[in-house]
Nanobody, 124 residues
Framework: QVRLAESGGGLVQPGTSLRLSCAAS????????MGWFRQVPGKEREFVAA????????IYTESVKGRFTISRDNDKKTVVLQIDSLKPEEAAVYYC?????????????????WGQGTQVTVSS
């Protein structure tokens, strides 16, 4: 059974950093492109970042470039989203997702597996 479990969310102040982790089980992790998404109530789920199965071609949505870093450890079957300089408007539930693929650019609707999400709240 495939499972993705996010952790690391919480209440943080604007401008601070946060490290989100996603632990995968039940899949051949090194064959999967991994992505991070976020969603606020009433809005569609938004792509944030993705990383290829080899970890050498990360991609980001424009608004987070230079502040967010996605990385993965295939031995530990984890993917991490390091968030720096967090903005209030980036408060959301953050999800990780997996798609068996050789490419990094995977349409959101094509991701096979999703975690339950971790809440990030930004408040001073």
């Amino acid at each position: 059974q495939v499972r993705l479990a996010e952790s690391g969310g919480g209440l943080v102040q604007p401008g601070t950093s946060l490290r989100l982790s996603c632990a995968a089980s039940g899949l051949s992790f090194n064959l999967y492109t991994m992505g991070w998404f976020r969603q606020v109530p009433g809005k569609e789920r938004e792509f944030v970042a993705a990383i290829s199965r080899g970890g050498n071609t990360p991609i980001y949505t424009e608004s987070v470039k230079g502040r967010f870093t996605i990385s993965r450890d295939n031995d530990k079957k984890t993917v991490v989203l390091q968030i720096d300089s967090l903005k209030p408007e980036e408060a959301a539930v953050y999800y990780c997702a997996a798609k068996r693929s050789i490419v990094t650019h995977v349409p959101t609707q094509d991701y096979d597996c999703w975690g339950q999400g971790t809440q990030v709240t930004v408040s001073s």
